[in-house]
């Protein structure tokens, strides 16, 4: 059964450092979307990837976050300077859709553990 | 703005009992989903609720929809330890194609033997 991955399932980085986390879609997915669960909470929607561009982003998705589609395969999030509140899983999800028919679930990926010290 | 919530929070319960998790939001969606996250986990779909009087079942947990009442139950029956996990629901905010999800506070579920 086709699943999303994400690597690596754990990053430790320190405070100021780039990270980049990387999510192989569903292949013939079209939306891709990143959300994050600080240890504890709920899940927040961080940001929506359609059609090689952002369709929609969170509050918490400033400048310090982008996302990309650098191959028919990849999607990755980078944070430029990490925090200590960046800290938390990130997960990846996609969804399919064919032509007139919407399909609405999204699939989500193990997750990445990002520690910032 | 869409706001989620669950209750209870937290549910300890014995095995063999029935118990029901409450979800409420707070505007008009189109769907409605309830996932399943074990410690250090992903999120595993469980129920996809398209419609109003939507139900759907799967083994011991059984969901449903009201969507003039903006109302989700997941009914878990006869509970077994198996099931202790962390259960959200999620409304669907569609807006163009977006569809992000908005995530519920989360129930933890705990059977105790």
């Known amino acids: 059964e086709p699943e999303v991955t994400q690597t690596p399932s754990h990053q430790v980085t320190q405070m100021g450092q780039e990270v980049i986390l990387r999510c192989v879609p569903i292949s013939n997915h079209l939306y891709f979307y990143w959300y994050r669960q600080i240890l504890g909470q709920k899940v927040e929607f961080l940001v929506s990837f359609y059609n090689n561009e952002i369709s929609e982003k969170s509050e918490i998705f400033d400048d310090q976050f982008s996302v990309e589609r650098p191959d028919g395969s990849n999607f990755t999030l980078k944070i430029r300077s990490t925090k200590l509140e960046d800290s938390a899983m990130y997960f990846c999800a996609s969804r399919w859709t064919s032509g007139s028919s919407m399909h609405y679930e999204q699939y989500f990926g193990p997750g990445t553990r990002l520690t910032v010290t | 703005e869409l706001k989620v919530e669950q209750n209870p929070l937290f549910l300890s319960m014995q095995e063999g009992k029935n118990y029901t998790i409450y979800c409420n939001y707070s505007?008009?969606?189109?769907?409605l989903y309830w996932y399943r996250q074990d410690p250090g986990k992903s999120l595993e779909s469980l129920f996809v609720l398209l419609s109003n009087g939507a139900v759907k079942q799967e083994g011991r947990l059984m969901a449903s929809l009201d969507t003039k009442a903006r109302l989700s139950t997941l009914h878990i029956t006869a509970a077994v330890h198996d099931l202790s996990a962390t259960y959200f629901c999620?409304?669907?905010?569609?807006?163009?194609?977006?569809?992000?999800?908005?995530f519920g506070t989360g129930t933890l579920l705990a059977v105790q033997p």
């Open positions: 505007t008009t969606s189109d769907r």
């Open positions: 999620a409304v669907d905010k569609s807006g163009g194609a977006t569809n992000k999800l908005i």
